[in-house]
């Protein structure tokens, strides 16, 4: 019989390194790592051989920038996906396309098992084991930091030493991060205390919009239903339309977020982001979405937007409440599509122009000059009949002497 083949999400980083040759050992098992590239700063080079080294027997760095912009990025913006009012969910939409390529990997390895290196009170465990469970149900889930015998860092930084395993010991970042191309979380710390404002080494991608420059740059952003499709008139690549944003915005200290948030397990979360390119690209599309959209669509999609962060934050993207929604939301983009021009200045993004040949605004209507062409005295009958239930409630109640 072939050994069992237990397929490893990997990072390189100290948990998921310690969790290759534990898995190995533990349950005498060929280990292959699985590597998704979202478009981190951090360095992915030379993964394969560091996971050789560490015991794997096959390994895979997949580079997934593409899709991940195109497939899952601009679902999320089409949508206004922003969990509770502000995160633009990037750790959140990376999970499902990782979890995605974890399960493709196992299921053509034939392993019948995925390892992840999630903790136990995260919201990553979530989205990883939702996604697995939907994508490959008879896959079996081990998630070794929730049971192993390691109770710090220290503890696991020994048994690498002990293994020989090839980690980077340094006195690195108090902080825990996590990035790709839509934006970076930044945890721990100081950080868990939120009376206490971030210091400036938690920012990553951002300058202290203080010691921005003095002067605002402009940036002009062509959508096509829905989705960016050129920047600046230069850029078209997907993944560099969002990428030269986030340098951009980044240099004018756009897009910080200090949040306090609900996780999935029910405890309260503070939490730093930096996202300077999905903050310009939602501002900007949101701005489209007023001109071209009819009243009761917008409003519509309000709630939409709203219930579409939360399935994406609670780790339900393959659910089909999310597909259906999806549904509604590429349903009301066909018509999204001009250009919006904003402004960067020391972390305020401000829109100086859109426009649209979709744009349902009409100068002659909402106009006060005399070439107003709003017939104002319609207004009159449609007041009549627009307050009459409440004109009526009111002249039932004076009657029965209740007030409203
Ligand atoms: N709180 C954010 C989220 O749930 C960020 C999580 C960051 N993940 C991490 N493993 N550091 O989406």
Not at 336 to 354: A, F, P, Q
Request: glycine share 6%; net charge negative; hydrophobic share 40%.
């Amino acid at each position: 019989m072939s050994r069992k083949k237990i397929v490893v999400a990997y990072s390189g980083g100290l948990d998921t390194s310690v969790m290759v040759k534990w898995l190995s050992e533990r349950y005498d098992a060929e280990i292959i790592t699985v590597t998704g590239n979202l478009g981190e700063t951090a360095e992915l080079e030379g993964l394969e051989e560091k996971a050789a080294k560490t015991g794997a027997a096959k390994s895979y760095v997949v580079d997934l920038k593409k899709e991940f912009i195109t497939e899952y990025v601009w679902s999320a913006l089409k949508a206004g996906a922003l969990y509770e009012g502000s995160y633009p969910l990037a750790t959140a939409i990376g999970r499902p396309l990782l979890a995605k390529l974890l399960a493709d990997i196992a299921l053509a390895e034939g392993a019948d098992t995925v390892a992840h290196g999630c903790t136990g009170k995260g919201n990553d465990q979530v989205r990883f084991e939702v996604g697995l469970q939907t994508l490959a149900p008879d896959l079996s889930i081990l998630a070794p930091l929730r049971t192993w015998e390691f109770k710090s860092r220290e503890e696991e930084i020994d048994y690498a030493i002990e293994h020989n395993i090839p980690v980077k010991v340094k006195k690195d970042s108090p902080y825990s991060i996590d990035e790709n191309l839509w934006g970076i979380a930044i945890e721990c710390g100081v950080l868990e205390d939120p009376t206490q404002a971030p210091p400036e080494d938690a920012y990553q991608l951002t300058i202290n919009p203080k010691d921005a420059p003095e002067t605002a740059e402009t940036v002009t952003i062509l959508f096509e239903k829905g989705v960016p499709v050129l920047l600046n008139n230069s850029v078209s690549d997907p993944v560099q339309i969002v990428s030269t944003l986030n340098k951009i915005a980044g240099k004018h200290g756009v897009g910080r977020l200090d949040n306090i948030e609900n996780r999935v397990v029910g405890i309260k979360s503070r939490e730093i982001y930096e996202a300077p390119g999905a903050t310009v690209l939602h501002k900007a599309h949101l701005e489209l979405e007023k001109l071209i959209l009819d009243k009761d669509s917008f409003r519509y999609k309000q709630q939409v937007s709203n219930t579409v962060a939360n399935l994406i934050y609670d780790g339900l993207w393959f659910s089909p409440l999310f597909k259906a929604l999806m549904a509604f939301v590429d349903s009301t983009q066909e018509n999204i599509s001009g250009e919006v021009v904003l402004s960067l200045h020391k972390g305020n993004v401000t829109v100086l122009s859109r426009d649209s040949k979709f744009s349902l605004y009409r100068k002659d209507l909402a106009t006060y000059t005399e070439d107003d062409t709003f017939d104002h005295k319609a207004a009159e009958g449609f007041l009549k009949i627009y307050g009459l239930p409440f004109k009526t409630q009111s002249q039932i109640f004076a009657k029965i002497e209740v007030t409203v």
